[in-house]
């Protein structure tokens, strides 16, 4: 009988050790969980990328620099090739304009009602994402010499050349590491790879200003 107390108090010990530990945070997040927060926390970013343009008459590829936050606002600009350098599209969360740096002269752009013209923008692919039903994640794939995890989405406006998309994210850095749009026929449309990614930096709202 004396065993049998000393048994059951073991193994009541032994629980009240596992409780302990995880609320103190011993279960370690999955990468999936990891992932999950930092996109939930995102405010804004900063990138170089380089973005490829994939039509019926052959690629186009440019050297890019991006700013956009959550709230919609956002500003692309060219740094290369250089007969294109300096051109910049913006949107400042009411107009979207164009910038040519050739002719020194700005353009506003008229776009369907509802639309923003930031497809190309990771802001845009994370509220996709969250909103969408027909998702995919897959968390262990690699990536040159990176582990991922790779988010898929659909777009929601019915344009058959962006149909769906889909993000490899960085299991250790969470960044992301590529972001590819792909046309209804899963073709590859526009294909962006981040150089360098910062989240949440301090933008200055003059940055969305043509």
């Known amino acids: 009988m004396l ?29 999936m969980e990891k992932v999950q927060k930092q996109l939930s926390e995102m405010e804004s970013y900063k990138c170089t990328a380089t973005l490829t343009r994939i039509s019926n008459k052959g690629e186009m590829t440019y050297e890019t ?4 936050k959550t709230s919609g606002e956002y500003r692309l600009e060219i740094t290369a090739p250089e007969n294109m350098a300096g ?41 996709n994402y969250l909103n969408s039903e027909d998702v995919a994640v897959d968390t ?17 406006e019915e344009n058959k ?18 972001f590819v749009i792909y046309d209804e026929d899963g073709g590859e449309r526009y294909v962006i790879t981040y150089n360098e990614f910062e989240y949440n930096p301090e933008i200055d709202d003059s940055v969305f200003k043509a």
């Not at 262990?140 to 929601?156: F, G, N």
């Open 65 to 68: 620099v991006q700013y956009n």
């Open 140 to 156: 262990a794939v690699s990536l040159d010499e990176s582990q991922c995890t790779v988010l898929e989405a659909v777009i929601p």
């Open 87 to 127: 051109n910049f599209t913006v949107f400042d969360g009411t107009t979207v304009a164009q910038y040519n740096a050739k002719t020194d002269e700005t353009v506003t752009l008229d776009l369907p009602d509802g639309q923003k013209g930031d497809e190309l923008f990771f802001c845009s692919f994370v509220r």
């Open 3 to 31: 065993a049998v107390i000393k048994r059951i108090a073991c193994a009541v010990g032994a629980m009240c050790l596992c409780a302990v530990l995880s609320s103190c945070g011993g279960t370690e997040m999955t990468a």
């Open 161 to 178: 050349y962006v149909a769906t998309e889909k993000v490899w994210i960085d299991n250790e850095s969470l960044k992301p590491l590529k």
